[in-house]
């Protein structure tokens, strides 16, 4: 009878944690998934009647969309705030802060490899390899230096890069732009 009421608990359980993570994984939507969602655009409409349009909205996903793509146009980052999903507000924050050029935006993401992927963009638009040096996984750190330009920059930065080819390729630029 025990038994019987045990292997009953631990079926409840399972079908709850299935149905709890069947749940989520339909509503998790992927960086590039939300760059080829159709946007929504509200003709002759003020900034403020756009984003009350898109709390009109009622299904979840629909208004984050509505939202992000305000939040891309405006070049909002307080928009980014109003998503539910975690996935595509971290794509609004990353969007905004390459756009910008802004380093601080990337200190919304509180995921630290997607923080360190919103740093690279920025570095990148920039062309500024100091804020490749903030960036904690090396092997976005190093793409980050791979990707601008290294004029200025201290040959000991070169050495400390993970692989011999990528410390090769930066010696050769910094080699290079010093000529």
Do not use: W
Not at 53 to 70: A, F, G, M, R
Not at 149 to 172: A, F, M, P, S, W
Request: with cysteine; hydrophobic share 35%; charged share 25%.
């Amino acid at each position: 009878m025990k038994q019987d009421i045990l292997i009953a608990t631990v079926l409840v359980i399972m079908l709850l944690i299935f149905g709890y993570y069947n749940a989520q994984s339909q509503q998790v939507v992927s960086i590039q998934q939300a760059a080829e969602l159709p946007q929504v655009v509200i003709i002759n409409a003020t900034s403020n009647e756009t984003i009350d349009s898109c709390s009109q909205i009622n299904e979840t996903h629909k208004q984050d969309v509505c939202y992000l793509d305000i939040a891309k146009s405006q070049q909002n980052m307080l928009l980014c705030d109003k998503l539910k999903d975690f996935t595509l507000k971290i794509s609004c924050y990353q969007i905004i802060a390459k756009e910008q050029k802004n380093q601080t935006v990337c200190t919304k993401i509180i995921v630290d490899y997607q923080r360190d992927k919103c740093y690279k963009d920025v570095a990148e638009a920039q062309q500024n390899p100091v804020i490749c040096g903030s960036i904690l996984f090396s092997d976005v750190r190093e793409d980050c230096y791979k990707n601008i330009n290294l004029t200025g920059i201290d040959q000991l930065v070169c050495e400390q890069l993970q692989t011999k080819e990528l410390r090769n390729e930066c010696r050769e630029k910094i080699k290079s732009s010093n000529n």
